[in-house]
């Protein structure tokens, strides 16, 4: 469905937080870099949010099922997501999203859910924080 939140080129503050971002920073936040965790600080101290893929959700429902992470990180997003005070907002994987994935080449980024995420960050023309040197080195903002 077209025009879902926020419609592109509209104003939003915050940062989008790749899938094993937003597990450190809801679970073991020392993992961040230093950078990482100052940008998610300021981000949230300014009053913006930290977003992130619905796809962020399914990797979490898959790395769960196959016994890679605890249910702990499933429980955590979803207490952060019901609880407005933390910030946390999903972003639907939406026409226009997909539209951005034409910016990430495939073969600079090739997992799905990784150029998914990229895509989001892109469309909401926010920086990524993520770890994950593929998407550092394309074309997608990102603070790590």
């Known amino acids: 469905m077209l025009g879902q939140f926020p419609p592109r080129g509209h104003s939003v503050k915050g940062v989008v937080l790749d899938t094993h971002a937003l597990v450190w920073y809801l679970n073991i936040p020392e993992k961040l870099s230093l950078k990482a965790s100052a940008t998610i600080d300021k981000t949230l101290n300014s009053g913006g949010f930290l977003y992130l893929s619905v796809i962020s959700m399914v990797e979490l429902v898959y790395l769960t099922e196959k016994g890679k992470i605890s249910d702990r990180a499933m429980n955590?997003?979803?207490?952060?997501?019901?609880?407005?005070?933390?910030?946390?907002?999903?972003?639907?994987?939406?026409?226009?999203?997909?539209?951005?994935?034409?910016?990430?080449?495939?073969?600079?980024?090739?997992?799905?859910?990784?150029?998914?995420?990229?895509?989001?960050?892109?469309?909401?023309?926010?920086?990524?924080?993520?770890?994950?040197?593929?998407?550092?080195?394309?074309?997608?903002?990102?603070?790590?």
């Open 76 to 144: 955590s997003l979803r207490i952060a997501l019901q609880n407005p005070v933390t910030g946390v907002r999903a972003i639907p994987v939406t026409i226009e999203v997909s539209e951005c994935l034409h910016g990430i080449p495939r073969i600079d980024v090739p997992d799905m859910p990784d150029r998914i995420i990229a895509a989001t960050a892109i469309y909401l023309n926010l920086p990524l924080v993520t770890r994950d040197a593929k998407i550092r080195s394309s074309k997608v903002k990102t603070v790590w």
